[in-house]
């Protein structure tokens, strides 16, 4: 009952209207639906789906992908007409029409025959004709992914014996063929949300493969960071990668309308209401393809590093910033209990930048109020990380950044961090700056075994 309640509520006062309807072919028993945003996607999406396609046909038959095709009423034509064509293609393949008129284009037809021979339950929205585009005040992926994450709430409800599971995938993000399966079976009551196993995709070129592994390794250095601080915050923050019950989805009123870093502030509130898992037994593999359409994330990132000097990419936090992190975590794990004004001075033996950063986000007075309403320590520990969560993270880390401890070179970085890490060996041997392609590759593979 307390589920029906609050599964109305946000329906009433959260989801998004019904502007934006399904057409699908089949939804009946489905437990778990992938949510796939397409902007422009038509080159990539149906090799996305294909992937999809070769999981195990007792996982598809418990499953529903929707493909949120999407762009805004100023979006370049060129956007519009891709969308248009993508539909063109998700609607032949719902529809089960004849798939001659693609024969022209070899590698689509044949991806589109591969998914059509599936019998995969597919459905998508329209969110990119006349009448139909996503607002311009709230445009963006956060709100593509919204609508579909919403109505595939409205599809799986909350009352069931086991979870129901709502899945993020992007339109350039190939899966494993245990993908569906794997997170069905890691979902139980304990588990409410997770993360996936992640791998960006290799290209051939060897200055976009740097690119991809010098990204990466950022990447996972942050989490690397976060872990040696024992920060509860380290976990991945890649919209591809996540998973969410239906349950936990209303416990934090939904996905948020960002038009970039939605996966970042989506997984931030989550981790506060429920623990956020980590599934390895299967692995996703987003693209590596450089893109100017949101201001930061891989896009941006690989074309920034493909369009300059790409040496000055080739840096990470200096290792005395998580620390600092470390002990200020420490800290207040030991003085819980303690007068605001007594934590902030021995924040200041940590680093006298430390005491400025909690004065001027304003921690003796909000940490006032908690005690005043907190007692126990398992309670105050809960408001702590509540009010110390990955945003306000980021936010020191960044402070120490600017103001103290400037970024350094990465390979320097990375053997620091390693090495305070417990990790005992260093792939890297190369005395220059910029090691070879492939001692940066065994780094990262380093890397990808313990984050």
């Not at 032949?92 to 021979?117: A, N, Y």
């Not at 969410?244 to 989550?270: H, I």
């Not at 369009?307 to 005395?320: Q, R, V």
């Not at 009010?387 to 402070?399: C, E, P, S, V």
Request: charged share 20%; aromatic share 10%; proline share 4%.
């Amino acid at each position: 009952m307390k589920n029906s309640f609050l599964l109305n509520k946000y329906l009433k006062n959260y989801a998004v209207d019904e502007t934006w309807p399904l057409i699908a072919n089949d939804t009946d028993h489905i437990s778990q639906v992938v949510v796939i945003p397409a902007y422009a996607e038509r080159e990539m999406l149906f090799s996305t789906l294909a992937s999809l396609a070769r999981n195990t046909p007792a996982a598809l038959a418990s499953s529903l992908v929707i493909c949120v095709v999407n762009n805004q009423m100023n979006s370049p034509e060129e956007v519009k007409k891709n969308n248009l064509q993508t539909m063109e293609c998700l609607q032949s393949l719902i529809k089960k029409q004849s798939l001659h008129m693609f024969r022209k284009e070899q590698q689509l037809h044949q991806r589109l025959t591969e998914i059509g021979d599936a019998n995969m339950k597919l459905g998508y929205i329209n969110a990119s004709t006349p009448g139909h585009e996503i607002p311009q005040r709230v445009g963006g992926v956060g709100m593509a992914r919204k609508i579909g994450m919403d109505t595939a709430l409205r599809l799986l409800g909350t009352e069931s014996a086991t979870p129901r599971v709502i899945l993020s995938l992007d339109a350039d993000t190939l899966v494993q063929e245990n993908y569906l399966a794997a997170i069905r079976q890691n979902f139980t009551k304990a588990v409410k949300t997770a993360i996936v196993a992640y791998e960006h995709s290799m290209p051939s070129d060897d200055l976009e493969k740097a690119a991809i592994c010098c990204y990466e390794i950022f990447l996972r250095y942050w989490v690397l960071g976060l872990k040696y601080a024992k920060s509860p915050w380290a976990f991945h923050s890649i919209g591809s990668t996540m998973a969410v019950s239906t349950d936990a989805y209303l416990d934090v009123r939904g996905m948020n309308r960002r038009a970039a870093g939605e996966d970042f502030y989506f997984l931030n509130k989550l981790a506060k209401v429920c623990n956020i898992d980590y599934i390895k037994d299967t692995c996703v593999y987003p693209s590596a393809r450089a893109s100017t359409r949101v201001p930061f994330g891989t896009g941006k990132r690989i074309q920034r590093f493909l369009s300059g000097t790409y040496e000055k990419e080739y840096c990470l936090y200096d290792p005395k910033v998580f620390s600092i992190l470390a002990a200020w975590l420490q800290l207040m794990g030991e003085m819980i209990l303690e007068h605001e004004h007594k934590i902030v001075v021995q924040a200041g033996c940590i680093h006298p930048r430390l005491k400025t950063f909690l004065n001027d986000n304003q921690f003796p007075m909000i940490w006032s109020k908690i005690r005043r309403v907190a007692r126990e320590k398992k309670l105050l520990v809960k408001h702590f990380h509540d009010w110390f969560d990955g945003f306000r993270t980021l936010k020191l880390i960044h402070d120490l950044t600017r103001e103290v401890y400037p970024l350094i070179d990465m390979f320097a970085a990375l053997e620091r961090m390693l090495s305070m890490s417990g990790v005992s060996t260093y792939p890297c041997t190369s005395n220059t700056k910029v090691p070879p392609l492939w001692e940066q590759m065994e780094c990262l593979d380093t890397l990808r075994t313990i984050t």
